[in-house]
């Protein structure tokens, strides 16, 4: 989905309506959205109600809509009489059930809100900039205070949307937004992350931009890319992937890379380890242990991973290795594959240790770690731009592979110079192994359409963010495989 700036939303709205698409019309479909999102977001969690912060304008307005669509108990607190709102708010004030509560509030104190309430943010939209004014301020901080989840309506309230700065140095702290139509870029510049949590995009069937600043990859993304296999389909052509993971400083690794691969929908993944790992191991992955004197792999490993790469469609690498100086050897070997090549972990601190040997066609995805990622550009004299998006055009320019650059909104970069920003996942998945997962899920990907590397990278990020979105507290990167296959049975038309 193309980013854009606020003018440009307005615009394509203003397109819509010109084509015969009512105002009121695109605020029914942005509240009703929400209200889906909204539900599927307090699913499984126990609210006794919902808090409509409701301002005065159309931001205002698709929070009534939201409130008369969310199917909870609601309360609406509103900056002044829903009859004096105008255009397409004073509609969705109109069609509002008479059995919500509306308060008309100066200001708001703890009290205010309960443990169980859910807050919905509708204070200030997209066209807000400057300082807030006292009112705002107040309701903000208190809304945040309170300790409730909220979920905000296209922009966390006192975030500016195409800076994405809180200029009045406070703003909404959401663990939900859902924007309208297109994304902002404010959702993912500056203080819009933080402000922002988790993303979800409601399409109210305003036009393709034909201008943006850039992309970011939502659910309808992955619906495009992901098919229900063929009935007649058969395990070869679902994609054959050799993963070498690893050692016995790390053994744990390869069994996650390996779970997440066979969840992810390879037909055949294969394992290549130096020591038989502690955890048990699935009954459908094929294990072969290269044998070496040092635990981990080394020159000795080369010819059991010559033989496997042959029968594999990709291969992913790196997974647990430990920093042992055989590995150089081996990543040169591994450099020689003519498929898909997915480097991960200490595959990649080899590369950096030894730049010397990187000699790789296009098909390469590197996933590295902003730890990582540093290693690498001070080796191969890659610029260490502030900015995540260009750190990681830089790199995969360089290495000539898709970079996978890790962390919130993961950019996924491709050599051509196009690029994408992730918009699933959330705290829990800043835990030991979810990389090896992450690595595991592209890694089937690729073998199963091995032709188009970026957009498999794209899809197993997001995946893998929304494998930790459906875990619960003391989530663990155990868990991360058969939620990763759950969000694609979802996701797969």
């Keep these: 989905m193309k980013i854009i700036r606020i003018d440009t939303m307005r615009k394509l709205e203003q397109q819509a309506i010109a084509s015969g698409v009512p105002g009121y019309e695109l605020m029914r479909r942005a509240g009703e959205g929400a209200a889906r999102e909204i539900r599927a977001f307090a699913r499984g969690r126990e609210f006794g109600r919902a808090v409509v912060l409701a301002g005065r304008g159309n931001n205002g307005g698709d929070a009534l809509v939201v409130a008369a669509r969310l199917g909870l108990p609601v309360t609406i607190y509103a900056t002044g009489p829903l009859n004096e709102l105008r255009g397409e708010a004073a509609e969705a004030a109109r069609d509002l059930p008479e059995n919500i509560e509306v308060r008309v509030c100066d200001g708001l104190t703890g009290r205010d809100f309960r443990r169980d309430d859910l ?40 975030i500016n949307g195409d800076t994405g700065k809180a200029d009045s140095g406070l703003a909404i702290r959401a663990e939900l937004t859902v924007t309208f139509g297109c994304p902002k870029c404010g959702l993912f510049r500056a203080d819009g992350p933080a402000a922002s949590g988790r993303l979800r995009l409601v399409d109210i069937g305003v036009p393709e931009p034909e201008e943006s600043e850039g992309e970011a990859f939502f659910a309808a993304d992955a619906e495009e890319l992901l098919h229900r296999p063929a009935y007649d389909t058969y395990k070869n052509l679902r994609g054959r992937l050799l993963i070498a993971a690893g050692s016995s400083d790390y053994s744990g690794a390869a069994v996650l890379c390996s779970r ?22 699935p009954g459908a ?42 590995s150089a050897a081996v990543l040169s070997a591994l450099l020689e ?43 191969f004299g890659v610029p260490q731009f502030e900015d995540r998006t260009n750190f990681a055009l830089a790199l995969a320019a360089k290495l000539d592979a898709v970079t996978v650059l890790k962390g919130p909104h993961t950019v996924v970069a491709d050599p051509s110079g196009r690029w994408s920003l992730n ?71």
């Design 285 to 326: 992955l094929i294990v072969r242990e290269v044998d070496t004197a040092a635990g981990s792999f080394d020159k000795e490993s080369i010819p059991a991973l010559a033989e496997m790469m042959q029968q594999s469609d990709a291969v992913a690498a790196g997974s647990g290795w430990s920093q042992c100086r055989g």
């Design 337 to 379: 594959f003519p498929g898909p090549l997915l480097l991960d972990a200490d595959a990649l601190n080899t590369a950096a240790r030894e730049p010397q040997r990187w000699l790789r066609h296009g098909k390469t995805v590197i996933t590295p770690h902003p730890g990582e990622a540093k290693r690498l550009a001070e080796a």
């Design 260 to 281: 997440a691969a066979l969840r992810a929908g390879a037909g055949i993944v294969r394992l290549a380890t130096p020591v038989r790992p502690y955890a048990a191991l």
């Design 423 to 493: 918009t699933s996942g959330c705290a829990a998945l800043a835990t030991a192994g979810s990389g090896d997962v992450l690595a595991g899920i592209i890694g089937a990907l690729l073998a199963g359409n091995p032709e188009h590397p970026f957009e498999m990278a794209k899809l197993g990020v997001f995946l893998h963010g929304l494998a930790g979105e459906t875990g619960k507290a003391g989530l663990i990167a155990d868990d991360l495989p058969e939620f990763a296959a759950e969000a694609k049975a979802r996701l797969t038309r």
């Design 119 to 158: 807050i919905i943010d509708g204070l200030l939209g997209t066209g807000f900039t400057g300082e807030l004014r006292p009112r705002f301020r107040n309701w903000i901080e208190t809304a945040n205070r309170s300790g409730c989840p909220i979920a905000a309506l296209d922009l966390p309230s006192g």
